[in-house]
């Protein structure tokens, strides 16, 4: 904890003098373990950014002989590279999903620095390919973003009607709500940060944070998770963000550490249920509530 916190006072003290977005950003170069770990088949595909960055991201296939169902757009959180969040996606081919994963610029095999406003362009390049991928077309298409993925997915889509039109529903799973306040909390939790939380999370950029564009992602169904436990990013971040979003929407509370929603099968099948039929799904979903043990239809 006290090395964590160390490093958290370098990055800002870094922006400070840089202007930098970049404590945003963990990334993690090279990737430990590959898909076949997990007994999944999968490509390696490489994508361009406008600005010429060479990408990675692994194209995981349905599962040979299951009907496909839909794509998704996986978008993982700050840290490390595509090998740290497979977790999240790995069940999925086996369901009839195919799944893009994508490394933002600076992550795993990726090419180029993470930073803002540039990672757009990754986002962009990623749905660029599903655009024209021959196994994409004719299937719905889906986002899956998780923490920080959630955010960057929130703003891109608000800021591209046309690539927004595209998506059948999107899913959010322990996505911070303001990229300064998520900084605060996390400043407010040792004594040595405490007195110090306010004046160095406004070197926090918070300009694209999801809370300010969630509400602009008008008739796209969006299904809220967030953790009860989450001690990274509050609870309290999946709930503004419902608040603040249009229906259809619906929230689920779960248990459990950060972004680690997808570990428990009750929370696999309320996912599927919802890409199934996005909008049935939210319509028979009750308000938000302060419980954490609700179970999916």
């Known amino acids: 904890m006290a090395s964590s916190l160390r490093a958290l006072i370098l990055m800002l003290a870094g922006c ?21 770990r997990a007994a999944l088949q999968y490509r390696d595909v490489e994508l361009h950014a406008a600005d010429g960055t060479r990408l990675h991201a692994w194209w995981l296939p349905a599962k040979s002989g299951v009907r496909v169902k839909g794509t998704v757009l996986h ?21 009839g999903y195919q799944v893009l994963m994508l490394d933002y610029r600076g992550y795993g095999l990726s090419a180029g620095k993470p930073r803002l406003p540039e990672v757009y362009q990754d986002i962009d390049a990623a749905f660029a390919w599903l655009e024209q991928a021959p196994q994409v077309q004719g299937a719905p298409l ?42 605060r909390h996390a400043l407010s939790r040792s004594w040595l940060t405490w007195p110090l939380q306010i004046p160095l999370s406004w070197l ?17 169904p969006l299904l809220i ?16 963000l419902y608040q603040a979003s249009r229906p ?31 909008q049935a799904f939210v319509d028979h979903q009750v308000p938000a509530t302060e419980s954490a043990t609700e179970s999916p239809p």
């Open 142 to 183: 889906f986002v899956l973003g998780q923490s920080l993925g959630g955010a960057l997915a929130v703003h891109y889509l608000a800021q591209h009607p046309e690539r927004l039109s595209a998506v059948r529903a999107m899913a959010l799973d322990g996505v911070p709500a303001s990229y300064r306040g998520v900084a």
């Open 204 to 220: 926090v950029p918070d300009a694209d944070s999801a809370i300010g564009s969630i509400e602009r992602l008008e008739g796209l």
């Open 225 to 240: 998770y967030h953790s009860v436990d989450d001690t990274i990013v509050p609870l309290s971040n999946g709930r503004r």
């Open 75 to 95: 978008l993982h959180g700050n840290g490390g590279n595509l090998a740290w969040h497979l977790g999240g996606v790995y069940w999925l081919p086996e369901q």
């Open 16 to 36: 400070w003098l840089a202007g930098c977005s970049s404590l945003l950003f963990y990334p993690e170069p090279g990737l430990p373990i590959t898909p076949e």
């Open 248 to 278: 259809p929407h619906a929230f689920q509370a779960t248990r459990g550490q950060h972004v680690q929603t997808f570990a428990e099968p009750v929370w696999r099948q309320s996912l599927l249920a919802f890409f199934s039929a996005p």
